[in-house]
């Protein structure tokens, strides 16, 4: 029997259903030890924020205990599927160049990946070397970058980017986590991204999507960013850790969305134990599925 599926057949169930609670301690837990904290930091980064679900369910199902190699072998499983599903998954941010990466990463903090796009270009031209950055003037930058919210922090970030850049690192970004989350504005999962889409070096990008959706598969029960990325880690081999966060990302924008979930039309059906948490008739779950990035 697929260890996924609920072993009951009189079940009851709730019309409303929120969040399940996952065990803090067991297969579902992080095994990792030590301070998964280094390297972090506070502010924009801190992707958090936890949201009710409260759908009408028409079907749910609960997972059954797993040892760790059965949560393994699932949630290979799911990867596989989604590497079926989205072929061609990648970051959405345009760039040309990690320094561009870099500053497109940190233009997205609480701001959708098309709007940032749509400014990158402008800034961009204007702004092509770390010293350009350095040397900006704030009252121009903000205005350049203001669609994207946030826009005095951000320009604190860039400008304070460059500087360190130039100071530094004769003006290019370095290629290591624990030298790029020294610098202003880069944190963890900016540093994560930069190195898995710049340098080619495997990382895990715990956004807003990937932590809900590993929190729906019971991948983990963490909720920290960091905890979460330590916990993939161990399910997922490292050459994979790039494309996962991609299609994870590409997964939560199109159907497995925050609010409702288009749960009829997703291809992790078999393996989800929180099917049923969106509408599961074809119609109406076809009829949420986004074909692009979303807005959200």
Known sequence: MNASRSSGKNTTRNPIMTRPSWPTRGPHASRRAGNP???????????????????????????????????????RRMNRVLAETYPD???????????ELAVATILSAQCTDKRVNEVTPTVFAKYGT??????????????????TGFFRN????????????VERYDGELPGRLAELVTLPGIGRKTAN??????????????DTHFARLVGRWAWSAETDPVRIEFAVAELIPRG??????????WHGRRICHSRTPACGACPLARDC????????????????????????
């Open 37 to 75: 904290r280094a390297g972090c930091e506070d502010g924009p980064e801190r992707d958090g924020r936890r949201r009710t679900l409260a759908p009408v369910v028409t079907r749910a199902r609960k997972i059954e205990t797993e040892t760790p190699l059965a949560l393994t072998r699932r949630a």
């Open 89 to 99: 998954a990648h970051c959405e941010l345009d760039f040309r160049s990690p320094l």
């Open 130 to 147: 770390a010293a350009d950055y350095a040397g900006a003037d704030r009252g121009e930058m903000e205005e350049l970058i203001r669609p």
């Open 154 to 165: 951000k320009t604190a970030a860039l400008i304070g980017l460059g500087q360190a850049l």
């Open 193 to 206: 991204v930069i190195l898995g889409n710049a340098f080619g070096v495997p990382g895990i990008t715990v």
């Open 240 to 249: 994979e850790w790039t494309m996962l966060s991609h299609r994870v990302i």
């Open 273 to 296: 134990p929180s099917y049923g948490v969106g509408p599961v008739e074809p119609d109406r779950a076809a009829a949420l599925v986004r074909k692009g990035p979303s807005d959200e």
